[in-house]
């Protein structure tokens, strides 16, 4: 299976950060003197690596400093160590599980306090960042922070117990599972803190600013699930995808299984695009940035799948641009999955 960029509809674009480069090589030696390489295969340095994140980082968040960007990627580089190691693995078990629950609660002190007695390079790492972090974020920026990182590290418990138990869940339990364990929420929080940020409680704690927030997450999510199927199989990954799941409930035909899955995404990209517009029409300034942010993690993380080297021996390079306007069936009612139903009546 091949993936081009005619599989997703996203007529929003970004652009690059003008230090991405030099700021990847430093968050590369970063990861070295950390020892985040020492005893890891070959093959799995370079997947890590591979993602480019600083590229992405800096898509998504094209003016911010130097300083915030390497911040930025490197916390996004611990959070695909931690996905590489606990939850794409090839056979997962309830021993996974445990391990992965005890540095789950380990990692979570580590982010929330000034200082730390650990000889663990994960944890020595987040602890640096989180205080390097609170030299210019908002002490509710970093509440926010730290709470994404609990539902994304409860969203991983609960996929890698999935796994580990052979439980395929429905496609409903899979969103809720996926919008948390995918790490995009916590992704957000972290380029709205490097992005500037600064909205104030009243608006990002609304009915739709929390809707948008979890709409970008779960469409960036489904894309990855596009963007990482072929890679996750030709490495023997045991890890729940929306298009095994689909595979395994239904009786698709390969070259339908895309399909399926936009099925499902299109009509939230739709719902996004109307609700961010109707939002940015009465927003402060402070939000409207982070609009912005939410619109560039979509795009940014689609031009990431199609380039970044991880994943492009699975692309098909003849078509470069992603789709300004759906080219299946768009549903644009409730799509009556109660776990992300109310969007639809968020106001």
Partial sequence: MLISASDFYCPLT?????????????????????????????????????????????????YTSEEKLLNCTKWLYCMWYVDDKYSDVSHPSQGTLVRFARMASELLRAISVPTLATNDPLLIAANEISK??????????????????????????????????????????YL?????????????????????????AEEMDSSMVRALTEMSALIVALDNDICSYPMEKARARNSLNIIELIRGAEDT??????????EIRDPMMWL??????????????????????????????????????????????NSQTPLAAPDVPLRKASLNYPSIEWWWRAK
Wanted: aromatic share 6%.
């Fill in 132 to 173: 390097d972090m609170r030299a210019y974020a908002s002490d509710v920026q970093m509440r926010r922070w730290q709470d994404a990182q609990r539902r994304w590290l409860m969203g991983v418990t609960w996929e890698i117990s999935n796994v580990a138990e052979g439980t395929l869940p429905g496609v409903d339990d």
């Fill in 14 to 62: 970004v652009e690059r950060h003008a230090q991405a480069e030099e700021v990847e090589i430093q968050a590369i030696r970063w990861l070295e003197d950390r020892g985040f390489f020492d005893d890891m295969p070959t093959d799995d340095r370079a997947a890590l690596t591979g993602t480019h994140i600083a590229e992405l980082c800096g898509m998504i968040t094209p």
């Fill in 272 to 317: 996004f695009l109307q609700m961010r517009e109707k939002v940015g029409e009465q927003c402060s300034p402070e939000l409207g940035e982070y609009l912005i942010c939410l619109e560039n993690t979509i795009a940014a993380c689609i031009k990431n799948g199609l380039e970044a080297p991880r994943y492009a021996k699975w692309v098909d390079g």
């Fill in 176 to 200: 809720a599972m996926r919008l948390n364990s995918s790490g995009v929420l916590p992704s957000i929080a972290t380029f709205d803190i490097a992005h500037g940020g600064g909205a104030r």
């Fill in 253 to 262: 035909r390969d070259s339908e299984l895309i399909t399926r899955v936009r």
